[in-house]
């Protein structure tokens, strides 16, 4: 932990690694640098680089234009430029940072002169000063697009503005070297500060500030946010694991062993930790949901342990109920352990897409395999000492020896109660009493529980209950989304939250301006070639240099088939020269060849396209129908906005480390069918699997989760925690011979049930806190953690006891034929010596 790092960049953990969105963002910033794009245009860079954003609406819905708000407006964008960073030696300001035009001042937006146009149009008293939506016209007879600067915008004819509810500000600032970058940075804090400031001193308005450091900070603030709930869970599974291990039996009881178990997870999650930051990596906030996945498996394997422990005689050494406790128990905690590591293996190999769940699954698989070294080891150890604690009949809190009975009697109530214990001597030989039975659970599965859910009038209505648990999984699963909102994985209460919800809510109308990059060098100056690209974008808004170039060429009254190399000279000319070109030049890259001729290489456009608020999926429909586009055209070109990065290809990327982990855990149960002694046995936990699986997926979609990186990695660790529960269960049963299903069932839930009820306990306690915490990602994480222990549980205790009496494998009754007169009778006679080592003479006769 002395090399503990946060990881800083969140398009590294959650955009695809493999992203074509990457590639064409290098091509993009290769022909088009950022330092070089003045474009007026809201989010039109390649990168997103570094900015300040702010929207401004107000709690009565009011009219952003009026006198009042605009003047507000422009004393806010007044306070912002003068910000300084103090630096030793100088005092940077936004003039100093910002990214220059033409004329050497600062980019802002236009919503900026259009406001100013207005003030001044208010102050002598013109009226024909008319805004238009969503492109409108300055004094410079410059057109320019306000779609993402106006929200909330209702219109008279012909688009004129008649009132706005909200407006947008964004101030980009330049980021090309370390020193710049710091204090860009900083200027960014003290941004939100001053927005914060000013909201303050003006309560009718709402600000809502955002950077491009937001994201950032936001994701990691869901960690400190997390800590009190944190250690409010690991006291509470603390106190019930230290229960469920107890009795009223001092001798027999074993809370050490409930707290133990616990901290042997703790060790096995701290060693995985410590190595992942020797080797370099890096924590995130994902990580949150490790402990979880740890507690569910290593509780269950050191509870199940101690069930195995119920069972071995109390007359034995400590070194043969041990022996017996490993053999009953280790071999199934061996083979869920080895479907965790190649489960949450094949997430961490390269073939995740991901980087936040490969690095996730590698952290995981660590912790899992370091979990299961320390229950062979430092849990087999701290069985066995409490073993040598119960067989001296020792209290198991207080180590001390319990005195008989008769001493007893002698002692004060409390003295006797905070002792009582049961001698081996006090039970009747011909009495069979297992002296566990007095562990709560254990009561109350083998006298109640097991004989209610296998009573015939019980079980019709736990097939219809599975019935209608599929019905409703099968409609959540029909209307599973994909979750690449980035605002999903952040706290609450904070910023991202808060501007999203106000950018959904007022500038949803037109999708963020997509750069259209043509990459060849073709001839512009044939018609039919005008003709294709403005073919390829018919459907959306507009704003490109073509259009301003052929009505351009119209007004002059010249042909658009111009030879190449006058229509280069015309073009080159033409935009350099005139004023209501020139910032469209930055739009062309021209190249000058050996005999002068001038050549574009390179151009591009803007295209905005139109939105419904309330399909935000359509954006990612259009980026495909682009890129389609794109693949098809005579045209060489491609699309690209800095959000692409993460949704292109996220559905398959997001979805590969599950369907490999699927494909995997299928593969690992039909390869290991050849081994085991029942073939039946994987058979039925494949199905259960499924059925698990298909009803979280379901259910944790009505209960409004996406399919994202965070969901994923619980459906991953969801098919774990099934083979977990239920493999043993479904082993004890289909091996079971002689009697019926029924009594297999009954014994396959009073061998394996205490283990399953008491990890399930000491888990959903775990999970409680975390439902508390004002965090998006933990949100997520509670409820597919919870629906996963829920599902199971019902699986483990009502859907396979049920449906296993009547289905197979059948439990037909092995009759011996007995012969009288050729009978067996075998006496056995053991003697114990002075040292307790037993030595066994049989005598038979025939």
């Known amino acids: 932990f002395s090399r503990y790092q946060v990881e800083e960049s969140v398009e590294h953990l959650l955009a695809p690694t493999h992203s074509l969105a990457k590639i064409e963002r290098n091509l993009v ?49 007044s306070a912002v430029t003068r910000i300084q960073v103090q630096r030793p030696g100088f005092n940077y300001t936004f003039a100093h940072i910002c990214i220059l035009n033409n004329d050497k001042t600062c980019i802002v937006d236009d919503i900026v002169h259009v406001l100013e146009e207005l003030k001044a149009a208010r102050s002598s008293n013109r009226t024909n000063f008319a805004i238009t939506y969503p492109i409108t016209h300055l004094k410079d007879g410059r057109e320019v697009y306000n779609g993402h600067q106006l929200g909330g915008v209702t219109v008279h004819s012909k688009d004129r503005v008649k009132s706005a509810e909200a407006i947008q500000l964004t101030y980009y600032l330049q980021a090309i070297n370390s020193l710049n970058d710091m204090v860009a940075e900083k200027w960014e804090s003290i941004f939100c500060d001053t927005v914060e400031l000013f909201q303050k001193s003006n309560r009718k308005v709402k600000m809502y500030p955002f950077t491009s450091s937001s994201l950032k900070e936001d994701f990691q603030k869901t960690s400190r946010v997390s800590e009190r709930y944190l250690i409010t869970s690991l006291v509470l599974v603390v106190t019930l694991a230290i229960l469920c291990c107890s009795m009223q039996d001092c001798v027999r009881s074993k809370p050490w062993l409930g707290l133990l178990g616990l901290l042997t997870v703790t060790l096995a999650t701290l060693t995985a930790a410590g190595i992942i930051n020797l080797t370099g990596g890096k924590y995130n906030s994902t990580f949150l949901g490790i402990p979880f996945v740890m507690l569910g498996h290593g509780l269950y394997g050191t509870f199940e342990m ?83 604690i119960e067989n001296n009949y020792q209290h198991s809190i207080f180590c001390r020896k319990v005195p008989k009975p008769e001493v007893l009697q002698e002692k004060p109530a409390w003295y006797r109660f905070l002792l009582t214990a049961k001698f081996s001597e006090d039970t009747d030989d011909s009495e069979e009493t297992n002296t566990y039975e007095s562990h709560l659970l254990v009561w109350f599965l083998k006298r109640y529980y097991c004989d209610w859910i296998t009573n015939t009038y019980v079980k019709p209505f736990v097939v219809l209950f599975y019935l209608v648990y599929i019905s409703f999984a099968l409609m959540g699963y029909l209307q599973v989304s994909e979750g690449s909102d980035l605002s999903n994985i952040v706290a609450t209460a904070t910023r991202t939250i808060e501007y999203t919800t106000a950018q959904q809510k007022y500038f949803s109308n037109y999708s963020p301006v997509i750069g259209f990059y043509i990459y060849e060098s073709i001839e512009y100056w044939n018609t039919s070639v005008q003709e294709d690209v403005l073919e390829y974008t018919k459907g959306f808004v507009r704003i490109s240099w073509f259009e301003s170039y052929l009505n351009y060429l119209r007004k002059l009254n010249i042909s658009t088939g111009l030879p190449k190399k006058n229509f280069t000279d015309m073009l080159r000319n033409s935009f350099l020269k005139t004023p209501q070109f020139a910032h469209f030049s930055e739009d062309i890259i ?65 979805g590969a480390p599950l369907q490999n982990s699927c494909i995997s855990a299928l593969f690992l149960l039909f390869f290991s069918a050849f081994l085991v002694a029942d073939s039946l046995i994987n058979v039925w936990l494949t199905l259960t699997v499924a059925s698990v699986e298909f009803g979280v997926i379901g259910f944790m979609t009505l209960w409004k989760v996406e399919l994202d990186c965070i969901s994923v990695l619980c459906l991953i660790y969801g098919i774990n925690y099934t083979i977990d529960n239920c493999a043993p269960l479904l082993s004890t049963f289909v091996l079971g011979k002689e009697f019926t299903r029924t009594k297999w069932v009954k014994n396959a839930l009073e061998v394996h049930g205490v283990a399953i009820l008491q990890s399930y306990l000491c888990y959903i306690v775990g999970l409680i806190p975390l439902a508390a915490v004002p965090s998006n990602l933990t949100r997520t994480l509670f409820r597919c953690l919870f629906l996963i222990a829920l599902v199971t549980f019902f699986h483990c205790f009502a859907i396979l006891p049920v449906i296993l009496t009547f289905l197979p494998p059948s439990k037909k009754k092995r009759k011996e034929k007995k012969n009288p007169e050729n009978r067996e009778e075998i006496e056995c006679v053991e003697m114990v010596d002075m040292d307790s080592t037993r030595v066994v003479d049989q005598i038979t006769t025939v």
């Open 29 to 77: 910033d290769s022909l088009f640098p950022v330092n070089r794009s003045k474009h007026r245009l809201y989010s039109d860079l390649q990168t997103p680089g570094r900015y300040g954003r702010v929207i401004i609406t107000s709690f009565r819905k009011a009219n952003m234009l009026d006198q009042h708000h605009t003047d507000l407006i422009l004393k806010l964008h």
């Open 306 to 388: 101690l069930s195995s422990w119920r069972k071995t005689r109390e007359d034995q050494h400590v070194k043969e109920r041990t022996a017996a406790v490993f053999a009953d128990s280790m071999l199934s905690f061996s083979l869920t352990t080895a479907m965790y590591l190649v489960t949450f293996g094949i997430g961490a190999s390269p073939f995740t897409n991901i980087e936040a769940a490969r690095i996730f699954c590698c952290n995981s698989c660590i912790a899992i395999f370091f979990n299961y070294l320390y229950v062979l080891s430092f849990y087999g150890s701290s069985l066995v000492f409490t073993g040598y």
């Open 590 to 654: 021209f190249s000058k060849k050996y005999n002068n001729e001038v050549d574009v290489v390179a151009s591009r456009m803007f295209l905005v396209a139109k939105t419904m608020e309330t399909k935000r999926e359509e954006l990612y429909d259009l980026l495909e129908t682009l890129r389609k586009l794109s693949l098809t055209s005579k045209v060489k070109f491609i699309v690209f906005n800095p959000s692409f990065v993460y949704m292109d290809r996220y559905a398959s990327s997001v």
